[in-house]
């Protein structure tokens, strides 16, 4: 009989819970989805309802539950690690003493408390549940597997070998020395907040100038011609306390971190531009090892550094392997679809299957919760929200293509929700990348977030060589490349120090004919959508590339800084309400704002945002 798993990650940071059935991925969710906290740590007991329900499963059904990790090896590292400190570790051990002691030690407890079933309880490797996600839903035969981040029980980074149904693990780097968390002091240090603003500081990166490099490697970071390295640990403050730098890690840089929210300086974008470039070049010599270790021709990737897309589109066009497959949920929240994975084909024995069209398992990593159409008109009719249905989907998505086209941006509700960090179109916000004015109407009137974080370009697969130097698909926006040198305008940074903390003189300025999704390096977080994965999405590029003659669109995820993607028609709403977009779609259902009940009055909501 055919395995039913259900794998999950909690108890850290972006709790998750993902289900296989026959080796085949049904569903997977992060619980901030349902929650609405964002990075939701807690036991994801509505993540795994919703993956439950979709494969019409009750609790007895399962064969096992995997968590995706060691608690009992994550606690002999966190022992050992403040025993090597004390007792300057003693505030730590307060800390993170009743953690291990009250919860992460008693999962198994917990998993029958949640089912209401003693269904068996497996663990496996955190490393390895990030490998499994890679490999096992990659569309590779066999494939070198590269994990990164900042630490799993003991390993912070590994290389392993996949094929068929096994994964082979054959190095490994073992904390406190990591990449990850390397860059993560540099979040921290830049003012921003750890295990969330990494995305921000590459953001930043262009900016800058790499002038503190070699301070880096001369006094952080200590790499190897193999690509293993050491850190300095006289730097950094994780281990015996819960600052991730310390007073030697100012010294070199010239006083202390950057509070969070005050101005940003030229010293913060040299940073980022140089902690950037530092992690490129290890992404670079751990690949060109995994290559001359493996003989492989074919990268999997996984882990939290694995979302760095401007290190993955380096080491995509440095063509290292001929081939490179990034799992889309590469953090933690991966880690369940992956511990699931593991255990269908490594411990029930499941066959591997591999689909000969070149594409990978995971179904453009839709795997959330859809909303039908009625769910979506009882929504509305229940709150009397005014609203017009079309079910015509050449008309709807005419519509909404004319609405972008007339420089409105619209909210974007269709089929089932995302899993992973990225809106791929099912949860997303909409703009004309065409404007100069996109990016900063929609980071300060949509998003309410920094004004320099750039968006992403969505473009028609079939069309994307036409805008962006790219010799692959990236269809889960985890590529940066090149726009095209014909599409773009001179500009160039100044020197001197630049405008306010926003950058807003800079981003304001047109770099190429889609300003809106290029970078101040000419450079773009690409998604490429493809007509048999996102078909109604796809649509409305299309329709907007008849419109204008531009097949790109641009694509942030669908929520306000500080909160969660929506998941549900009413989570969209509530975001649609409280910013200033045009149109929202919610499945056939189209709603303009124009047409509605005037939003609350009270804005507390946004000072919270703010604070984030």
């Known amino acids: 009989m055919a395995p039913n798993v259900l794998g999950i990650s909690c108890f850290y940071h972006d709790s998750a819970a993902a289900i296989v059935q026959d080796g085949e991925i049904v569903a997977a969710a992060q619980e901030e989805r349902f929650t609405r906290k964002k990075h939701d740590p807690r036991f994801p007991l509505r993540a795994i309802n919703y ?6 499963l009750e609790a ?39 953690s291990f002691l009250g919860i992460k030690l008693f999962v198994t407890r917990y998993v029958h408390r949640a089912l209401k079933h003693e269904v068996p309880v497996l663990f496996t490797r955190h490393h390895l549940s990030h490998a499994a996600s890679a490999f096992f839903p990659s569309p590779f035969e066999e494939a070198a597997i590269l994990t990164l981040d900042g630490v799993g029980e003991w390993a912070t980074t590994s290389l392993a070998r996949g094929e068929g149904g096994r994964i082979e693990t054959l190095e490994e780097i073992h904390y406190p020395h990591s990449l990850g968390l390397l860059y993560s002091a540099f979040t ?59 007073e030697r890690f100012d010294a070199l840089f010239g006083g202390p971190p950057r509070k969070p929210e005050s101005r940003i300086t030229r010293r913060e974008m040299d940073l980022a531009a140089s902690i950037q470039q530092v992690t490129e070049e290890a992404v670079l010599s751990l690949a060109r090892h995994a290559r001359e270790v493996t003989g492989s021709r074919q990268l999997c990737l996984a882990g939290g550094v694995a979302l760095n897309c401007v290190a993955n589109g380096r080491l995509q066009r440095e063509k290292i392997f001929d081939r490179i497959w990034i799992q889309p949920a590469a953090g933690d929240a991966g880690g369940a679809l992956g511990a699931a994975l593991a255990a269908s084909h490594m411990h029930f024995g499941v066959p591997r299957r591999v689909g000969g069209d070149g594409r990978d398992a995971m179904r453009g990593s839709y795997l959330g919760p859809a909303y039908s159409s009625d769910e979506v008109r009882a929504f509305l009719e229940r709150h009397g929200h005014p609203y017009e249905r079309n079910e015509d989907r050449e008309i709807r998505v005419q519509r909404v293509a004319q609405t972008l086209a007339e420089g409105k941006v619209v909210g974007f509700l269709s089929g089932r929700m995302e899993f992973g960090p990225r809106s791929l179109g099912g949860r997303s916000i909409l703009g004309d990348p065409r404007r100069a004015d996109t990016q900063t109407v929609m980071n300060l009137k949509i998003k309410y977030r920094e004004s320099f974080r750039p968006f992403a370009p969505s473009v028609l697969e079939e069309r994307c060589g036409d805008y962006f130097a790219i010799d692959a698909e990236s269809p889960y926006m985890l590529l940066v490349a090149p726009v095209r040198e014909e599409l773009r305008k001179p500009f160039e940074l100044p020197a001197a120090e630049l405008g306010d903390t926003d950058l807003l003189e800079h981003v304001r300025r047109e770099r190429s004919s889609i300003p809106a999704v290029t970078h101040v390096d000419y450079s773009a977080r690409v998604q490429t959508v493809s007509r048999d994965v996102a078909p109604d999405y796809h649509a409305v590029i299309e329709a907007f590339a008849e419109k204008t003659g531009c097949p790109v669109v641009v694509n942030t995820s669908f929520n306000v800084r500080g909160e969660p993607i929506v998941c549900t028609p009413e989570d969209a709403y509530r975001c649609f309400m409280r910013t200033e977009m045009d149109m929202l779609v919610l499945d056939d259902c189209i709603l303009e704002k124009s047409k509605q009940p005037a939003a609350p009055k009270d804005e507390s909501w946004r000072q919270e945002y703010e604070l984030d």
């Not at 990790?69 to 090597?84: E, G, N, Q």
């Not at 190897?224 to 640990?233: A, E, W």
């Open 188 to 246: 921290y240090f830049c003012g921003f907040k750890v295990n969330s603003g990494e995305y921000k500081l590459m953001g930043l990166a262009p900016y800058g100038r790499p002038v503190y490099a070699d301070l880096i490697r001369e006094h952080l970071f200590h790499a190897k011609p193999d690509g293993s390295f050491r850190l300095d640990m006289r730097h950094f403050g994780y281990l015996d306390s819960d600052v991730v730098t310390n």
């Open 60 to 98: 007895d059904e399962l064969d096992a539950v995997v968590f995706y990790d060691s608690p009992t090896l994550s606690f002999d590292r966190v022992m050992k690690s403040l025993l090597s400190v004390a007792p300057r570790s003693a505030e730590q051990w307060q800390k993170a003493g009743p």
């Open 51 to 56: 993956c439950l329900e979709e494969a019409f």
